[in-house]
């Protein structure tokens, strides 16, 4: 979301290609758990210590792509994690939620 809005206010054209790389590192030994109480899941740790994913998204089809690019960009880290997945509908909870200012 901060991205979409800095682009927007630097003048880019809304049909320019916008690429997000995420890093995450320092895995090994973490483990993953649900941070709400209304997702059940089973504790899953990992061996791996790092991954990166990568998208290339329009900057002007950024909040109708958000839900997909957020999955996009987080579910190789959580394969990491005996290969855990997440359905859509989980995805779409969180980042609607998160773009009222709910962190769940």
Known sequence: MFLESLYTKFGA??????????????LAGRELSAASSSRQISPRSTLE????SEISTVLGTMNESRVEDVRKLLSPMFR??????????????????????IVT
């Open 80 to 101: 990491l994690f005996d290969f855990q997945e997440f359905h859509e509908r989980v995805y779409e909870d969180i980042v609607r939620k998160f773009e009222q200012g």
């Open 49 to 52: 210590n790092e991954v990166q």
């Open 13 to 26: 054209p809304q049909d320019a290609r916008v690429g997000v790389r995420m890093n995450h590192r320092g």
